[in-house]
């Protein structure tokens, strides 16, 4: 039992420990069991006072001092090593006060009181020899370390790890191993860094030191953010996360350290929600040495969610906090974060010109390698805007290796100044191929990840690059280029099969038990009881399965399509028009192919459009579900009618010379793909096809030639009284069809169905979730079948029907990135889903549905089919309309 450790085993007989060996085991014990080591500190200091030993009691005291810094409680900490030295001073033991001075030294490096901590280092100095001695020398290491004076440091490590290793000391060597990885690590020496920290890993763990291990798990995982390995970089930070979960414990640095590899994998909210998260922490444990970074970190994620302010506030906040540490490198790397603040926020001056310049240059002289780069490439920017091109030109010299090595942001961010340069030289031929090879960088980094959801933030990376090419085109009014452009940065992650974790069972086993809690929680609600216990298990689940879908390891890289064969778009497209609708700077453009021309027309605001379509939703839902007044569903009605129009004359109407009566397949744009397309007058009787690109709609329409409809699947779930009476009606359509209703219809069964139908109609409810689209669902017989539960399938049916709810909706993301269970199943191979955008009322939907799969058994096509109930319900009561005109058919039609 803990702190009984005094007794030992000497010759079969028990002998009581002394004081003096009690403190040493307590020492020991620090590094990898802090609560082990404080019962035993206590037990030494309860026998140093009964055999009056001074230095054991010093030595206990050090012992506990050591164990409150690994749990960074520096304020107890910095208690318990005073007193050491107090006691050790008192009784003239020299070595002792000094060995307590070097620990103390640590404390104060963390609370970023560097002047201290260097005088406690010099005090200890001449009263240590032989392996103290090394000890100290390791210490100054890391206090050079903490300032940012990485050449010094380095030296330092390498200077003690020969002598660490001739002495046996095992954790030291680990520790100084470790210490020396994180100095590569921002040196940019990624594979030295990953190397230092593999063995460091493996040292602490050879030797028990769980916490240890878990630290270094922690950086392991930021040197694998940084070289774009990000499913592994995730599975070390969970794995790490494991050791604090287990001991309820918040670890604040490891907070700061993930936030690393969420900005990498743009899960910007996540990222920003954790450093708010790591400054708070850090700040209440008045851990100075790391607060500052922190907020570096608060402002990177607050530049990528487009808050300028905030991220301006964070990063004026570091600098004022490194300014008080005198930490000039540090300090640097402030002002480096401070100068993209400035132009993300529009500023293009002189002053920024300079700044950027100095930044450059202090960064790289403190070693900062990467941010050094990327502050050159600030630099360019600005000197291009300014007319300073041959300045530019140097510059950008500088910084050339960046588009060719680093972090995938770096290295677009360089393609994206090359083709500024080109631009300023009046080469635009140069432009583009600069901006379609940092494309080609996330193309290649976004095939390699394995998550669907890493994938399609992926995008975000080449937002800049995007933008430039599409803005060259749309000003240039060149059609055909803005189509390329629209297409080449557009739900490329689509077109990518998803992969699977390599723990495969694991991740079923999670979403087994989601849907059981699931269940407990409507027996609950049914009984009112209260179901606070199972939400937070629900959360938790959800997280679990979240990260362990994150760690899939990509294959390899799958071919992204990036152009769109226009002859064969148009052959494809027949009679029909494509119109791809792109947004720049707010405002909305149209790309219309029909009658083998191809046109660019200008809209108008996006923020008109999304205003709208949400007062259109409004609208529906209070018409779908009814019970109000007739005055009250007049107005609805009245509201549908405005908003469809004003949409209309946005979109539209400004194309209608050559859309003519032609069926459409629309490519939306951002909130445009939650549109009802059906409300607006131009598409009233038209067949609609809504794709997320034209590249996946030629694929699809390709294959869909080849569609025979032999094998159809019928799913009623729970909680729809319409929905058996659905299923049996359209058995009379599809006499052959496999029906699963009631405790059959379970998400196994289903999805074996699915996995062998080319036609499958589910009769259940649906729920999008925006917060995480990949627990969007369909609620079956034993709980929601997901997208993670979609994603396992060997395939989808070709053509599928999603009767209820408002299951037709997405997560959009840069890059129109689409993320919910409309994109999972385009990913698996359906090449046509009809499902609603707004909530419905089931009773309403059955008719419609019925006549719809008449359609379709009789060789009608299913956006024409569609079209026609639509046009039929214009007229009909105000349910049935609206449950008819939130249907959407997406994909080929």
């Not at 085993?9 to 060996?21: F, V």
């Not at 860094?193 to 878990?214: C, I, M, N, P, S």
């Not at 922190?294 to 004022?320: H, I, K, N, P, T």
Request: proline residues 3%.
């Amino acid at each position: 039992m803990a702190g009984r450790h005094q007794i030992a085993a000497s010759g079969g007989r028990a002998t009581r420990r002394s004081a003096a060996d009690t403190a040493d085991e307590a020492v020991r014990l620090a590094g990898g069991d802090p609560s082990l080591a404080r019962a035993t500190a206590a037990e030494a200091l309860r026998l140093a006072r009964a055999e009056h030993d001074r230095a054991a009691a010093a030595t206990a005291e050090r012992a506990l001092g050591l164990a409150a810094f690994e749990d960074h409680d520096l304020e107890a900490a910095a208690a318990h090593h005073r007193r050491a030295i107090r006691i050790a001073g008192r009784a003239g033991l020299a070595s002792h006060a000094a060995r307590a001075r070097v620990d103390l030294a640590g404390v104060m490096a963390l609370r970023g009181d560097w002047t201290r901590s260097l005088k406690e280092i010099e005090r200890a100095e001449p009263g240590l020899h032989g392996d103290d001695l090394t000890r100290l020398q390791a210490q100054r290491a890391f206090l050079f370390h903490m300032q940012g004076r990485l050449r010094e440091a380095l030296e330092g490590y390498q200077r003690v790890l020969p002598a660490f290793r001739r002495s046996g000391d095992t954790y030291r060597e680990a520790t100084a191993l470790h210490n020396r990885g994180l100095v590569h690590y921002h040196q940019g020496a990624l594979a030295a860094a990953e190397a230092d920290l593999v063995q460091a890993e493996r040292l602490f763990t050879d030797l028990g030191l769980d916490r240890a291990a878990a630290d270094t798990r922690e950086n392991l995982g930021m040197v694998l953010v940084r070289r774009g390995r990000l499913a592994a970089a995730l599975d070390w930070f969970d794995r790490a996360d494991d050791y604090f979960r287990a001991r309820g414990m918040v670890h604040a640095v490891g907070l700061r350290d993930r936030c690393h590899a969420l900005l990498a994998a743009r899960l910007v909210t996540e990222a920003r929600q954790t450093a708010e998260r790591a400054v708070r922490e850090l700040a209440g444990r008045r851990m100075g040495a790391f607060l500052g970074d922190a907020q570096l970190l608060l402002a990177e994620a607050a530049l990528l969610d487009g808050d300028v302010a905030a991220a301006r506030v964070a990063a004026e906040r570091a600098s004022r906090a490194f300014a008080r540490q005198r930490l000039p490198s540090f300090l640097a790397l402030a002002r480096y974060t401070t100068v993209r603040v400035r132009l993300a926020g529009g500023e293009r001056s002189p002053a920024l010109l300079r700044a950027a310049r100095q930044s450059a240059a202090a960064s790289a002289a403190a070693g900062w390698v990467i941010p050094a780069l990327d502050a050159r490439l600030v630099a360019a920017r600005v000197a291009i805007d300014l007319g300073r091109v041959e300045l530019a030109r140097n510059e950008l010299a500088e910084a050339g290796r960046a588009r060719r090595s680093g972090p995938v942001e770096l290295r677009s961010r360089a393609w994206h100044a090359v083709a500024l340069l080109h631009l300023a030289d009046g080469d635009r031929r140069g432009a583009e191929r600069a901006l379609r090879a940092g494309i080609g960088v996330l193309d290649r980094y976004r095939a390699a990840l394995g998550a669907t959801e890493l994938r399609a933030n992926a995008a975000g990376h080449a937002a800049d690059l995007a933008h430039l090419g599409l803005g060259l085109a749309v000003r240039d009014g060149d059609a055909r280029r803005a189509l390329a452009w629209g297409e080449r940065w557009r739900a490329g992650s689509l077109q990518l099969r998803p992969a699977r974790p390599p723990d495969d069972s694991a991740l079923a086993a999670g979403l087994a038990e989601l849907r059981r809690v699931a269940d407990e929680m409507s027996e609950a609600a049914r009984n009112n009881q209260d179901i606070a216990r199972l939400l937070a298990r629900q959360a938790a689940l959800e997280e679990a399965v979240r990260q362990q879908a994150r760690h899939t390891p990509g294959g390899e890289p799958e071919r992204i399509e990036v152009e769109v064969d226009r002859d064969r778009l148009m052959a494809a497209l027949g009679e029909r028009a494509l119109v791809e609708i792109l947004e720049l700077d707010g405002m909305l453009h149209a790309v219309v192919v029909a009658d083998g021309r191809v046109r660019l027309h200008h809209l108008g605001a996006q923020a008109t459009a999304t205003g709208e379509i949400a007062n259109l939703a409004f609208a529906l839902r209070r018409l779908a579900h009814g019970g109000r007044s007739a005055a009250s569903m007049a107005a609805a009605r009245q509201a549908v009618g405005y908003a469809g129009e004003r949409l209309d004359e946005l979109l539209l109407r400004p194309l209608w010379r050559e859309l003519g009566d032609r069926p459409l397949v629309v490519v939306p744009t951002g909130g445009l793909h939650a549109l009802p397309w059906a409300t607006l007058p131009s598409c009233a009787g038209r067949p609609v096809s809504v794709a997320p690109s034209a590249v996946l709609w030629l694929r699809a329409a390709a294959a869909d030639k080849r569609w025979t409809g032999a094998r159809t699947v019928l799913v009623a779930g729970p909680g729809l009284p319409e929905a058996p009476v659905e299923v049996g009606e359209l058995r009379g359509v599809y006499p052959e069809a496999r029906a699963l209703l009631g405790d059959e219809a379970h998400v196994r069964a289903v999805t074996d169905a699915m996995s062998d139908a080319d036609l499958a109609h589910v009769a259940a409810h649906g729920r999008f979730r925006a917060d995480n689209p990949f627990f969007s669902s369909l609620q079956l017989a034993d709980g929601p079948l997901t997208v993670y539960d979609l994603e396992a399938l060997e395939r989808a049916p070709s053509r599928l029907v999603l009767s209820a709810c408002d299951s037709g909706l997405s997560a959009v993301r840069p890059g129109d990135e689409l993320m919910g269970l409309a994109a999972a199943l385009f990913m698996l191979g359906t090449r046509t889903l009809v499902a609603s955008v707004v909530p419905i009322a089931d009773a309403a939907t059955r008719q419609p549905m019925l006549r719809f799969h008449r359609a379709l058994a009789a060789g009608v096509g299913p956006a024409t089919a569609l079209a026609g109930i639509q046009a039929r319900a214009a007229g009909g009561d105000d349910q049935a309309f609206a449950a008819s005109v939130s249907f959407a058919c997406f994909g080929t039609g």
